[in-house]
């Protein structure tokens, strides 16, 4: 049985068994939109059925931070056209990463050891689960320490070393969650 809400004059069908799900962005339709859009194809999307955001590839950052990897877009999910169409989001996020020790994590593809000692290679950004098993969906970012304040750079450096820190960020959105 599916519920009908009526928000203003579109219609919007919600299942009470909602679901998340997460890829990459193949079209410029799957994008959020806005007038702090960031987004762009090949970038990731997850969304459910409350929220959508967008985190970017590896590379550097297009919004104030230094590399891809975080949060550069976010919205709410809004009620589809009557034709069925998306409608234009309103994306005014900016942008969210991790940090640690004052370093950014420097998204890139990695070497690593798996749980039997092999090095494997693994992408910078990966979906590890698209939510289609009903769990929540999960993309995975690998990254290496990168310099978000120079000025710290040389006193955080010697302080601790974070050339042999290899960085994972799991951002999880589960089905009917409102957060990340």
């Known amino acids: 049985i599916l519920g009908v809400v009526l928000t203003g004059t579109m219609l919007s069908c919600e299942s009470p068994e909602a679901t998340s799900y997460a890829k990459m962005v193949e079209t410029p339709d799957e994008l959020i939109g806005g007038p702090g859009a960031l987004g762009m194809v090949g970038d990731y999307l997850l969304s459910n059925n409350k929220i959508r955001v967008i985190i970017q590839d590896k590379g550097w950052s297009r919004g104030f931070g230094v590399f891809g990897g975080g949060i550069i877009d976010a919205d709410i999910v809004r009620p589809r056209g009557r034709d069925g169409s998306l409608p234009a989001g309103k ?15 420097d998204v890139e593809d990695q070497r690593i050891r798996d749980e039997n000692g092999e090095i494997i290679e693994v992408k910078g950004i990966e979906v590890i689960n698209d939510g289609s098993n009903g769990e929540p969906a999960v993309i995975r970012t690998y990254a290496n320490a990168g310099n978000f304040m120079t000025l710290m750079a040389d006193v955080l450096d010697n302080a601790v070393d974070t050339t042999k820190i290899h960085f994972e960020t799991d951002f999880i959105l589960a089905p009917g969650d409102r957060h990340v």
Do not use: I, L, S, T
């Open 91 to 105: 994306d005014n996020f900016g942008e969210g990463f991790p940090v640690f020790f004052m370093k950014a994590f």
